[in-house]
Nanobody
């Protein structure tokens, strides 16, 4: 069974940190690129960060650049999103997505991040 399971969300004060995890199973993790997305109430889903497992290259949205760091532990089939200097506008449901050209796309169920000001 294919699964992407996010964890690590919660309630944190502005300026604080959280580390999200995206644990994958049921597919060849190393072949996929993993992206983190977020969706706040009433807003469209936006891409936050991504990592290419083949070469480790990363991408960050301008809104999180310098504050968030995406990393991958292929031995654990897990991608992390370290979030520092959190702001109230970072409040959203964060989800991970596994993509690879020509193959099915997989989504996790999401984890809630709430930043109190």
């Amino acid at each position: 069974e294919v699964q992407l399971v996010e964890s690590g969300g919660g309630l944190v004060q502005a300026g604080g940190s959280l580390r999200l995890s995206c644990a994958a199973s049921g597919f060849t993790f190393d072949d996929y690129d993993i992206g983190w997305f977020r969706q706040a109430p009433g807003q469209e889903r936006e891409g936050v960060a991504s990592i290419t497992n083949s070469d480790g290259s990363t991408y960050y949205a301008d809104s999180v650049k310098g504050r968030f760091t995406v990393s991958s532990d292929n031995a654990k089939n897990t991608v992390y999103l370290q979030m520092n200097s959190l702001k109230s506008e970072d409040t959203a449901v964060y989800s991970c997505k596994a993509v690879q050209m020509g193959r099915p796309v997989y989504w996790g169920q999401g984890t809630q991040v709430t930043v109190s000001s």
